[in-house]
């Protein structure tokens, strides 16, 4: 709606400005660009006033309101007169921002969000300068059991924005608000730790944490020990979604792709090689659709399921164990990656495998965990040693000391360094959907088609459904398939499949809405950018113009990949294969208990 | 403290349980059926450990967490087995100015446990009350349904207690 149709005259700070009927308050000064503090408040997720520091002078009829309303959930009115900066919303949004001060931690210097941190940037600009109220502080937990989130309640403020986008964006509600009044702690049931309760480590809750309470586990030193001791090989590989948001970490608008200044800083790092998962994003397709077109052919287990999202596995195995052999045998490009750099590359480089060292860059807090899974192994060789996120590779990279606003594009080393188009479009929803059928497509008509963007599986809804009709076995024959994002919305594929309202051939399911792009692993964005910028579609629209940008846009088109199925694997899903590329999958209990009678406690 | 593991009280097989589904099914709308369907169960099995959660979780849907919110939440709750007895101290002002705490003293002395406990034998649960509502009788004290007023005499005490064992009895 342009500005002159907006029914409703509203005046903040002596401004006329329009609005819309049902807008609040806090929307409208903000796209005007009045700034009002807000640390409870995540647009469209959690509208709540807890917080308080969102609050203004009211006036409706000439009638002052009572107190100071909180501007999140205060509609707009014909005629309503806001006032953000007075003495008493000034005084008022200190006082509020000293009272959360009581009772957090307060070691910025130390923190992880120094910098990133909304509370401390608020307690900044509202001069903040001391905080009156000393003390007792709550009980602190510290859960750091799981290899993927650390819960810190220290320095928690119950705004209760992890709580909302669990429950509202996965439909998990792991977090709840426990306890009462001072005691108020957020956490999973009957004080267990993250990583023994229904979490699938997807990191949205990270991602909506104003402060530290909430983030991910970190192996930096770990990676730095492996750089430095001379007997290692430390060979790193970064995922498609990585380049779409590491920018970010340096000052760059959101999405700026920064694939070639990314290699760059790997190597000035220190590590011996640096790979694109591209190149196992293009192998998993290669064993992906084969596989998938096996299923359709044999009889197979159908619709097949994606398997790239370790956050998805995680959730398949503990809400639906009856799709697990949907799911496909392959595993994820990370582990793909992993295993091949400590075979094949190994062996073309006269490389003793045990010395190698393989991390990984990820968009993803959930890979972390998949690394750890017992099964992601190979002759004792774990395929992956370490999952970082694209937050702690920001990290990394100033701790070097690298000035990544100065390097120069690099590219990423052979053997398995050349990906394809179809790779780069991996790290978001409907991408992986789109590049199998970029190569069933062909496989099965034996062309090169000239036609290969599938639109209908592209773009940030939760579901899509699309179809294409490619010849099998000499029969034109419609294949099905549905993309889906957020595991609430695989969740509500999964009951349609069971229900047999929704018949399909293959389901993409990426964990976070919006695919790897939006992951629990990508460079923060505040609830203030929030407001006005959906970070996803600049960094979808990243991958997307760095696909347009290859040559070779299609995953069996990489001639590396070509050289490894000739000189190693022998051919898609073979035996090689399998040993090296392929896990299974077993149901996963969560808030598991002794059974009744087995209690000696 | 992170608890890694939590022991079932109570066997699958318990024809509470049954109850319970059929208390939550009889309900039309899931919508506000966390809070009820606590409360039932509470009745049920006089308290509400995490293996009662995941049964209400699993037929209505809400979490486990958000269930273990509520049941945090309000103090009527319990999580831990109850005593079959519940003992309410009234602790208002009127019983307090009146001798309430000789009267608290007295019974933490006796049964060997504090406020908030319940015995060993989980003959009784001990808890102090806000407000009975009958500051005319204070000190206050109730057992059950049953109230006993004007304990200005602590002595008393352990025979009233008495008197509930041997009911058990």
């Known amino acids: 709606m342009s500005e002159e149709t907006k029914k409703i005259t509203i005046t903040i700070n002596d401004r006329e400005l329009k609005a819309d009927p049902g807008e609040t308050v806090l929307q409208v000064a903000h796209r005007s660009g009045i700034n009002i503090p807000h640390l409870c408040y995540l647009k469209d997720i959690n509208e709540i006033a807890a917080c308080r520091l969102c609050v203004a002078e009211v006036e409706v009829n000439g009638r002052r309101m009572r107190g100071l309303p909180a501007t999140c959930v205060l509609k707009v009115e014909d005629g309503m007169v806001v006032r953000t900066n007075t003495k008493a919303v000034r005084k008022a949004v200190r006082f509020n921002l000293e009272l959360i001060l009581a009772n957090h931690d307060m070691n910025c210097p130390t923190c992880v969000r120094n910098g990133t941190c909304e509370l401390q940037k608020l307690a900044r600009e509202r001069g903040v300068e001391g905080v009156r109220f000393g003390g007792i502080k709550r009980a602190v937990t510290i859960d750091e059991l799981s290899p993927s989130i650390v819960r810190d309640s220290s320095k928690c403020i119950l705004c209760g924005r992890c709580v909302s986008t669990c429950e509202k964006i996965q439909g998990l509600g792991v977090l709840a608000f426990t306890n009462r009044g001072f005691n108020t702690e957020v956490g999973p049931a009957f004080d267990f730790s993250m990583r023994d309760v229904n979490c699938i480590y997807c990191g949205q809750c990270i991602e909506a944490c104003p402060v530290a309470a909430l983030r991910e586990r970190r192996y930096i030193d770990d990676v730095w020990d492996a750089i430095d001791d001379p007997d290692k090989v430390v060979v790193v590989q970064t995922a498609p979604a990585v380049r779409a948001s590491l920018g970010e970490e340096f000052g760059y608008p959101i999405g700026t792709p920064v694939t070639g200044k990314m290699t760059a800083a790997l190597r000035h790092i220190g590590f011996d090689y640096v790979f694109d998962t591209n190149f196992a994003a293009d192998l998993t397709i290669s064993e992906e659709a084969t596989e998938l077109l096996h299923r359709i052919t044999t009889g197979g287990v159908l619709p097949m399921i994606t398997s790239c999202s370790p956050g998805w596995i995680r959730y398949c195995e503990m809400y639906h164990p009856d799709f697990l052999p949907n799911l496909s045998t392959c595993k994820s490009p990370q582990n793909m990656m992993g295993a091949i750099i400590k075979s094949y590359f190994a062996d073309v480089m006269d490389i003793d495998p045990e010395t190698i060292v393989v991390v990984s860059i990820m968009p993803c807090t959930s890979k972390k965990s998949e690394a750890i899974r017992e099964e992601m192994e190979v002759d004792g060789l774990r395929d992956v040693d370490y999952s970082l996120t694209t937050r702690e590779l920001g990290d990394m990279i100033k701790q070097a000391g690298i000035d990544f606003d100065t390097l120069e594009d690099e590219h990423p080393d052979s053997v398995l360094g050349d990906y394809t188009g179809a790779a780069v479009i991996f790290g978001t929803t409907g991408g992986v959907m789109e590049a199998a059928l970029r190569t069933a497509a062909d496989v099965l008509t034996g062309e090169d088609l000239p036609s290969f963007e599938y639109e209908a599986v592209r773009g940030m809804e939760g579901i899509k459904q699309a179809s294409v009709t490619v010849p099998l076995g000499g029969v034109p024959t419609e294949l099905k398939v549905v993309v889906c994002s957020s595991v609430k919305h695989a969740g509500e594929v999964l009951d349609a499949v069971r229900k047999g309202e929704l018949s399909c051939h293959f389901i993409e399911v990426m964990a976070c809405p919006g695919g790897c792009i939006h992951g629990g692993g990508q460079s923060y964005v505040s609830s203030t950018e929030r407001m006005s910028t959906d970070p996803r579609l600049a960094r979808a629209d990243a991958l997307y113009s760095e696909d347009e940008r290859q040559v070779l846009r299609k995953s069996h088109q990489n001639p590396e990949l070509i050289e490894l199925i000739d000189k190693f694997l022998g051919a898609p899903n073979s035996d090689v294969a399998h040993k090296y590329l392929h896990t299974h999958y077993a149901p996963r209990p969560f808030y598991a208990q002794k059974e009744f009678g087995e209690c000696d406690d | ?169």
């Open chain 2, 1 to 169: 403290m992170t608890r890694t593991s939590h022991c079932k009280t109570i066997a699958d097989n318990d024809p509470r349980y049954e109850e319970l589904r059929s208390f939550i099914h009889s309900h039309e709308s899931k919508d506000g059926i966390a809070m009820t369907a606590l409360q039932e169960a509470q009745n049920l099995f006089g308290y509400l450990p995490l293996e009662v959660h995941k049964f209400i979780s699993k037929e209505t849907g809400v979490p486990i967490a958000e269930l273990y919110g509520v049941t945090t939440f309000y103090s009527q709750f319990n999580t831990e087995p109850q005593g079959q007895h519940q003992i309410q101290i009234c602790m208002g002002t009127a019983c307090y100015v009146k001798g309430a705490q000789k009267v608290l003293d007295k019974v933490v002395e006796t049964l060997g446990v504090e406020v908030g406990m319940t015995t060993p034998d989980q003959l009784f649960t001990l808890n102090a009350a806000r407000c009975l509502g009958c500051c005319g009788l204070a000190p206050v004290m109730m057992i059950d349904d049953d109230v006993y007023a004007n304990l200005d005499n602590v002595s008393e005490i352990p025979a009233i207690l008495d008197r509930y064992r041997k009911d058990t009895k």
